[in-house]
């Protein structure tokens, strides 16, 4: 499969206050679909499920390049199969391409693919945009058209803005935001590790020096809005997180009181952290952006975990086994799971630099 954002949780999407959110016609749909995502798609197919008790309550939204012939069918049957994960009774399905209504090879196999599942797709649209004023057609036999309408009248938008969903511009807007930092600080910091990890694999037990408070500190400093990370933070933070047991712990303040600080220094740390050390904080920002049910951010944040290091394997647990999973369903089987993840108060063995 191309580049992929599975999923977008949202099932059934609902403001911060509790009732579910619907939305009432194709165009307003359309319009919803950066919400759901968190940005906004060009060149995609886009599957949402729905379910509840009305059948038609939003929920797993997930996006995959629209593929090229030969792939067609393997595309189709493998976002149906994504989508299962929500378990829903019905989906809608929407392309988005700038040339008209195409791709009807792609939305025949999506349909059968969900049938196979019992699953209806009853709504089939194409957009050309998700913008205000695109146009957009249903592939079905009424051929009915429309707009997008502007998406800041709709009750959908009103719950998004007070649960104060971002919706970025395209994808490369939320790549940009874990792109590793200054090159020069970077090799800076990444020789300022190879001689702290030298210094420690010479020590007996070279996990027993690491201080797991320093995770600790640098949440309340983000929390405080004075966090700073120069080299020696930096490099005491990427040692700490290298200890499975105090990345573990660290896991828990992804759906602590300081959730959000946290996040913010796992952004921060993914960008001033040398590879393969930035792909401990970029599982972590994955995991706080899943809490939030930003699918798109988690998605790009495992990317980056796995560029910097391949093979990593909380990366590939994360990506496996959370993602399509709820908000509340993560934070019960993170606490489940406490103090059982990693256990080891060692380092990590880590790939040789330079690796691709």
């Known amino acids: 499969m191309a580049t992929s954002d599975i999923p977008r949780s949202a099932s059934p999407w609902r403001s911060p ?53 030969e792939h067609v069918r393997d595309h189709a049957a493998c976002a ?6 929500d378990t829903p009774t019905g989906a ?50 009424c051929e009915c058209t429309g707009v997008v309408p ?37 090799r800076r910091r990444e020789a300022l590790l190879i001689q702290a990890t030298d210094e420690a694999l010479a020590r007996s037990d070279p996990g027993a020096v690491v201080d797991a408070a320093v995770v600790d500190a640098a949440v309340a400093d983000a929390a405080a809005d ?29 759906i602590g009181p300081a959730a959000a600080a946290a996040e913010q220094l796992w952004t921060a740390l993914v960008r001033e952290t040398p590879d393969p050390e930035a792909a401990e904080p970029a599982v972590l920002l994955a ?5 939030r049910g930003d699918g798109a951010l988690a998605n790009i944040a ?5 560029h910097a290091w391949p093979g990593h394997r909380l990366a590939a647990i994360v990506r496996s086994g959370l993602l399509g999973m709820r908000p509340e369903q993560i934070r019960e089987l993170l606490r489940d799971c406490e103090g059982h993840v990693g256990g080891a108060v060692r380092r990590e063995r880590l790939p040789r630099r330079g690796r691709s």
Do not use: K, N
Request: hydrophobic content about 50%; aromatic content about 4%.
């Open 92 to 141: 809608a399905v929407v392309v988005v391409a700038a040339a008209a209504a195409p791709h009807v090879e792609l939305v025949g196999h999506v349909i059968q693919a969900l049938e196979r599942h019992q699953v209806r797709a009853h709504t089939v649209l194409w957009a050309e945009s998700t913008s205000e004023g695109a146009r957009w057609s249903c592939y079905d036999t």
């Open 150 to 186: 502007d998406f800041s009248t709709t009750t959908f938008a009103a719950a998004a803005v007070t649960a104060g969903q971002v919706v970025w511009a395209d994808r490369r807007e939320i790549e940009a935001l874990v792109a590793p930092a200054d090159p020069e600080r970077i």
């Open 287 to 291: 995991v706080s952006a899943l809490m």
């Open 302 to 306: 495992l990317d980056r975990a796995e």
């Open 17 to 69: 206050s509790g009732p579910a959110v619907r939305v009432r016609e194709p165009g307003e749909l359309v319009a919803a679909v950066p919400v759901l995502l968190g940005f906004h798609p060009r060149e995609s197919l886009v599957l949402v499920a729905t379910g509840g008790g009305s059948g038609r309550r939003l929920g797993l939204t997930l996006r995959v390049d629209l593929p090229p012939p």
């Open 80 to 85: 149906a199969e994504h989508l299962l994960l």
């Open 226 to 254: 004075r966090l700073v990370l120069d080299d020696a933070r930096v490099v005491a933070l990427a040692g700490a997180l290298a200890v499975p047991a105090i990345r573990d712990s660290a896991l828990l303040q992804c």
